[in-house]
């Protein structure tokens, strides 16, 4: 909720552009850290504990920026709020992967990631409002007790096939030798480089509409690309089949280096809002699509650390992000950043349309939807 605002708290307390970036940066080493290991948890011991770790981390964590103004503890706290999404976007992803057949599997991933946008439209909006009426205390404390119910909402939570993880997953493949499968290194790259874009934006959004002077607060540039990315989930979902995953991710990372070029060139509130639609709309194409293509081509006993292993790739990215582009802003500012992030994600784009498949041919066909997943697993493990 207060992340979009996180920034200007940083900012308020002291903090120069590079410093924000390095305290912001904090949150993906803490990704980095925890994800392996949180993955093999989800493997071994079940969905639930791993859901379970990163709510109640989404409790504690703003309790921590709400008790000091210390940049180094500020960073500590980041690292440690970091363990939340790392245990959260792949316990929720396999949990669902676990329930759902492989061929609805797309359709209800894409409904189910809607809680995803739709608390990111709600979340900045009311972030904003708290902010501007109240402070920051009550931002803070508010987001800590929607973190506290998550939790108690989990607790209802019952797992498929528990018993079977546990005894698959003993003894498979270690977490980082998945990367050896292309299967898994070329999606992971991919996410690596759409990573640095997207920790640009997160950190940097808000402080670059403060230096251009734009009258628009930077909650409703999120909630206007959570709004769109809640419509293209819904979207995936109803034609994804249709259409082919290849196809809807193709479009998703092209929307989104479109929405890059835009935040680039952007003078008015409705150019960033346009961006912001975009941005959007492209994430809420590619994040369904990656988890059923990334569910598709794992066991149960390897999902997790399968999808551990590729958003690593994004974690790793936002946490090259923050403080590299933080520095370059100290130098150049805000906007050069976002040309730089524009030719990342084409570079996302071009290593999907030509490596998603086993060769050049296979590649063009899965990424335009003429052709099918050659990675899709029946029940072969990934070796």
């Given at each position: 909720m207060f992340l979009p605002t996180l920034s200007l708290y940083l900012d308020h307390v002291g903090g120069t552009p590079g410093q924000v970036g390095q305290v912001m940066g904090g949150f993906t080493i803490g990704l980095l850290l925890f994800r392996p290991r949180l993955a093999n948890l989800a493997d071994r011991q079940g969905?639930?504990?791993?859901?379970l770790i990163g709510l109640g981390v989404v409790a504690l964590a703003p309790l921590g920026y709400a008790l000091t103004e210390s940049l180094p503890l500020l960073f500590a706290v980041r690292v440690f709020h970091g363990i939340s999404v790392a245990a959260l976007t792949l316990a929720f992803s396999a949990l669902v992967a676990d329930i759902v057949p492989g061929e609805g599997r797309a359709e209800v991933l894409s409904y189910m990631s809607l809680t995803t946008p739709t608390g990111m439209c709600l979340g900045p909006a009311l972030g904003s409002t708290l902010l501007e009426n109240y402070g920051f205390l009550p931002l803070f404390l508010t987001s800590s007790a929607l973190g506290g119910l998550g939790f108690l909402l989990a607790l209802w939570v019952k797992e498929v096939g528990q018993a079977d993880l546990a005894k698959n997953a003993t003894g498979k493949m270690p977490f980082?030798?998945?990367l050896k499968s292309p299967a898994v290194h070329i999606p992971t790259l991919m996410?690596?480089?759409l990573g640095l874009a997207f920790g640009n934006l997160m950190t940097f959004t808000a402080l670059y509409l403060q230096a251009e002077a734009i009258p628009l607060k930077a909650g409703y540039f999120f909630s206007a690309a959570a709004v769109m990315g809640f419509v293209m989930r819904l979207f995936s979902g109803l034609v994804g089949g249709k259409l082919g995953r290849g196809l809807l991710m193709s479009l998703g990372i092209g929307a989104y280096g479109v929405a890059m070029v835009i935040m680039f060139l952007a003078r008015s509130p409705q150019q960033f809002l346009l961006a912001a639609i975009i941005e959007g709309g492209g994430f809420g194409?590619?994040?369904?699509?990656?988890?059923?293509m990334l569910a598709d081509r794992s066991l149960p006993e390897q999902r997790g650390r399968i999808f551990g292993?590729?958003?690593l790739g994004l974690d790793l990215g936002g946490a090259i992000a923050a403080p590299l582009f933080g520095q370059i802003a100290n130098s150049l500012g805000y906007?050069?950043?976002?040309a730089i992030t524009a030719v990342m994600v084409f570079l996302s784009l071009l290593l999907f349309v030509t490596r998603s498949s086993k060769d050049l041919a296979y590649s063009l066909r899965f990424a335009l939807g003429r052709g099918e997943d050659v990675y899709a697993l029946s029940s072969k493990r990934l070796s």
């Open positions: 969905r639930k504990p791993a859901l980082w030798s998945l996410m690596l480089l194409l590619v994040i369904p699509c990656l988890a059923a292993v590729c958003l906007r050069p950043l976002f």
